[in-house]
């Protein structure tokens, strides 16, 4: 069974940091781009930034303080946010899509993926 659970969200004040994770059950993640999204209320679901064998990426909005990395060992993904900003704030949720072992593929859209975390939330506020 396919499952990905987030952690590591909370109330942080601005210019603070987070790491989240997102741990991988019942699939291997070399096969898989994980890539995390976030949605602030009233606002579309956006990605974040993704992970594909060695390759990652960035929105633009988060290059340059946010960073994604991947351990095999515990099948988990982690997203290191620093220099947080109030428009950060959203529920965050890491998502899977199988791509295949020799692929960097990362598909931007949502829905692209097909297993989906039951997300963290990430408010920044003094």
């Known amino acids: 069974q396919v499952q990905l659970v987030e952690s590591g969200g909370g109330l942080v004040q601005p210019g603070g940091s987070l790491r989240l994770s997102c741990a991988a059950s019942?699939?291997?993640?070399?096969?898989?781009?994980i890539r995390w999204f976030r949605q602030a209320p009233g606002k579309e679901r956006e990605g974040v930034s993704c992970?594909?064998?060695?390759?990652?990426y960035y929105a633009d909005s988060v290059k340059g303080r946010f960073t994604i990395s991947r351990d095999n060992a515990k099948n988990t993904v982690y997203l290191q946010m620093n220099s947080l900003k109030p428009e950060d704030t959203a529920v965050y949720y890491c998502a899977a899509r199988f791509k295949g072992v020799g692929s960097y593929w990362c598909p931007q859209g949502s829905n692209e993926y097909s297993y989906w975390g039951q997300g963290t939330q990430v408010t920044v506020s003094s």
């Open positions: 019942g699939f291997t993640l070399d096969y898989y781009a």
């Open positions: 992970i594909s064998r060695s390759a990652t």
